[in-house]
């Protein structure tokens, strides 16, 4: 709901920042985080991330939002500036269909002028093909087989190294993703809220409650927004020993998880042990992570 009245607007005025304001119409803005409002303070006019909306836009505290506390006129940073991932997936649908249509010209083209030639080089060894099985038939003798042995043996030397070698790369070639379980004696699921979705769906879906799902995150709106993110214990509705969580997505590639855990303030430890990581664990850019958060004192 659009806050269109002068009541409706002059209440949330009250409780929201002044700098904030639709794109289409600055004097009037969104009461809920909306890709429609914008922030006036910055140039060009952008929009902030739903979360930052949500923490300082839209509350009483924009005093210490680190934009309302810059010079006029700067522009957004790029970790406040709201992700339009709209266009991504076209723009990847475009180069892989292009791609496939290269392939499929390019054999096209090949066995069109190519094939014929194949077909002459067969029909032109056919009558010498006997002449190949005679060095097959001829190593009868027991020293021949003997001495051939070693060399049939010597290949699977290699062979065996590289089974062994290959568990390394599983080991280092993580995914954080949404939807897929992070963790080790305790998983759990980051997801991106749908329309229509509940906390009672995803309760039922992954086998635990909604007062479990509750429990364990820091910022969760009810009921809930489309888009929201929603961590969700798997398998498991006891989360009395678990700390708060909030979803993170690294936003630049060949970074350590000690300076991560550095640059938001969380536990290294913490971070480590409930997003199952070795410290040495180098983070991919786009990687979904868990950062605990301390519970409040009662």
Known sequence: MHASYPDQLNAH?????PKLGLKGGPASFSTFPSKLNGCTHVYPMETPSFEHQWRYCLQNDYPQCPIYKSAPGDKMPKEILLKYKGSAPRKRYLIIGASICFVV?????FF??????????????????????RPTM?????????TGLPNFQSPTKPTATETQISPTPTQT???????????????????????GETLQLFANKYHTSVEAITAINFDLIVPLWSNWLVIIPVNTTDVSELPLFEAHQVEEGKISIQDLANQLSASLEEMLRYNNLD???????????????KRPQP
């Open 112 to 133: 069109r002028f190519r094939v014929p030639g194949f077909i002459e080089t067969n029909l032109a060894f056919t009558p010498t093909s006997t002449e190949i099985l």
């Open 173 to 195: 070639n993580v995914i954080f993703a949404l939807d897929t379980p992070i963790g080790d004696e305790q998983f759990f699921v980051i997801h991106r809220v749908a329309e």
């Open 279 to 293: 410290v040495d664990y180098i983070l991919k850019r786009g990687d979904w992570l868990l950062v605990p958060r």
């Open 13 to 17: 005025c009250q409780n929201s920042c």
């Open 138 to 146: 001829t190593p009868t003798s027991a020293t021949e087989n003997l």
């Open 105 to 109: 010209i390019t054999l096209l083209i």
